[in-house]
């Protein structure tokens, strides 16, 4: 019996000895394996210095280059719309008649008051010349005592008389010439017409409708070239306005030599390019903008006034910028930081300063140089002092030269 548990506890002693040894070989293996693993891949991107453009975008609201009222200026009653409603319009293009017969009856009596005006300066020029006569005649007479003096004074009044009725009718020759005149004006203004090339908006006043110079028939818009209203942060406005030369604050450009872009209300871009036309005189104190005005070419009309829209300049001008991938930069309690591998494959966590977009990039002013490897792909090997093994990200396509 004791032979027997001797030979077991031998047995047992002899399988715990061999699962040790086992257990140390396949420790030895694991950490062998661990060992020997290679670094991790990351996707790293170059750090770029080149110069870019910085833009600003604005929200913009259109109107009519000349937003030109059209209203009579006779009262009558409308007979006829000459034009289509929403159609393009020419300057001196007839839209809208008013009866004129009212017009015409009167311009044939100032007409007839005239000739009758006419008439009577004729016949007190006869009367002025009787008048001379008579004076011509009696003056030696009344010289040599032939004649009464009485006459001769009767002859100078008659003859004055004659003279003042003739400038009497002349003037009222004139007052009839001007009558006729304003009826003539009046008859025209019956016909109206537009005062500029534009596109008509929809009529106010129907046929048969009782007219005056107050009422409203209808608008006429300039459209070629375009309005562009929009307002700029103050801040923006004296960054366009400064020159700085030189440091990293780059050169501004006047906000008038730049070209205007227009994004529209789709997200499509105008294809032509406007300029500002002016600026107003104040900043706005309760919005701390101040409204600048732009035109745009439009031969097509597809811009019209109402619409909405973004107007986007470049104003300023960044030499020498160094550029880091957005996908590179992460951001933690306002903290902006990138992972640098060094000429090791080493990462290293590197503090940054951000200032402006540039389309996929962020302009870096503080904690990389122009050269280094920035990780974008892989973030999750990227711990201080860890080794990895550095690839060439993809080529993207180009980023749009324009941020803010």
């Known amino acids: 019996m004791l032979r027997g548990l001797w030979l077991r506890g031998m047995c047992l002693l002899f399988v715990g000895f061999l699962a040790a040894i086992l257990s140390g070989c396949g420790g030895d293996a694991k950490s062998a394996s661990q060992a020997g693993a290679p670094p991790p891949t990351v996707q790293v991107a170059v750090v770029q210095q080149r110069d870019v453009s910085l833009a600003s975008e604005w929200i913009a609201t259109m109107d009519g280059y000349v937003n030109s009222q059209i ?6 009653y409308l007979i006829r719309q000459d034009y289509r409603e929403g159609s393009v319009v020419h300057k001196g293009q007839l839209l809208f008649e008013i009866d004129p017969r009212p017009f015409q009856a009167a311009l044939d009596q ?17 009367q002025l010349v009787k008048a001379q006569q ?10 040599a005592k032939a004649i009464a003096q009485s006459q001769m004074d009767d002859d100078l009044q008659a003859r004055n008389g004659a003279a003042a009725a003739v400038a009497s009718f002349q003037a009222t020759v004139g007052a009839a010439r001007a009558a006729v005149e304003q009826a003539e004006l009046n008859l025209s203004f019956t016909k109206i017409v537009s005062l500029v090339d534009g596109v008509a908006g929809i009529a106010q006043a129907q046929i048969g409708n009782l007219v005056s110079p107050t009422t409203v028939l209808t608008s006429v818009s300039q459209v070629d070239p375009i309005k562009v209203y929009f307002p700029m942060g103050e801040q923006d406005y004296l960054k366009a306005q400064k020159a700085h030369i030189g440091g990293t604050a780059g050169q501004v450009l006047p906000l008038e030599g730049v070209p205007l872009t227009l994004i529209l209300a789709d997200g499509s871009t105008y294809p032509s390019t406007g300029k500002v036309l002016w600026t107003d005189r104040q900043v706005d104190t309760t919005t701390g903008t101040i409204r600048v005005a732009a035109a745009f070419p439009n031969k ?8 909405y829209g973004r107007v986007r300049a470049v104003t300023e001008n960044r030499h020498n910028a160094i550029l880091v991938p957005q996908a590179a930069v992460t951001e933690l309690q ?40 920035v990780i974008v792909g892989g973030m999750q090997y990227a711990r201080p002092g860890a080794t990895v093994t550095p ?7 180009a980023a749009p030269a324009g941020g803010r």
């Open 134 to 143: 008579d004076v011509t005649r009696d003056t030696p007479l009344a010289e």
């Open 71 to 76: 209203q009579p200026q006779v009262t009558g």
């Open 110 to 126: 100032f007409k007839a008051q005239l000739v009758q005006a006419e008439a009577q300066v004729v016949q007190a020029q006869a």
């Open 300 to 307: 097509s009309g597809v811009l019209r006034p109402g619409q």
């Open 334 to 373: 306002g903290t902006f930081q990138t992972a640098v591998v060094g000429p090791d494959n080493k990462v290293t966590i590197q503090n940054i300063q951000v200032g402006s977009q540039v389309g996929a990039d962020w302009i870096v002013t503080q904690g990389v140089n122009a050269g280094d490897h």
């Open 391 to 397: 690839v060439p990200a993809p080529a993207t396509a």
